[in-house]
């Protein structure tokens, strides 16, 4: 095979490899997981005598369901889409974003990126080690709590997140 030859080859084989990744196929959550999603964080947040709004993202941030409970405060609402937009974005759940930043000077910046709220209660949705999504919660007595009942709702879909 003449040298021109080979070299036509090695170029065909590696634009063929390059333009295979320049499009990628990426998980994202159904509506009705979303809406499964919000439906049992609020239920796990009312057992516990706390009226919450639970507001599901997707991977990229945006609304796909919010559940809020009855006598939930009308602040509730967007705190839970800030964390759920926060947790989504950093790929992290806001209580760990929030404490790390008040133990690092640089971390606290943060809170200046537009729709950023760092207190408890955004957390990932993830399928295996990839986040599709998250979930924000506010209206609880504490971050702590917020994020408590995130974690109760998603391990009831954790079937449905393989």
Do not use: W
């Amino acid at each position: 095979m003449r040298t021109s030859h080979l070299l036509a080859l090695i170029l065909s084989t590696v634009a063929t490899a390059a333009s295979a990744q320049a499009v990628r196929t990426e998980r994202n959550m159904s509506l009705e997981l979303a809406n499964q999603i919000a439906t049992a964080t609020v239920a796990a947040c009312s057992a516990n005598g706390y009226a919450v709004t639970a507001t599901v993202v997707d991977r990229a941030g945006s609304v796909r369901a919010v559940q809020r409970a009855d006598n939930a405060g009308p602040h509730t609402l967007a705190a839970s889409q800030e964390k759920a937009f926060t947790s989504a974005s950093a790929k992290n759940t806001t209580l760990a974003m929030m404490e790390g930043a008040q133990k690092n000077p640089t971390a606290a910046n943060l809170v200046y990126i537009p729709g950023f709220l760092l207190v408890g209660g955004g957390v990932p949705v993830k399928v295996g080690n990839e986040v599709i999504g998250a979930v924000g919660v506010g209206g609880a007595p504490g971050g702590h709590l917020d994020e408590q009942c995130a974690m109760t709702a998603l391990d009831k879909v954790k079937d449905s997140l393989k």
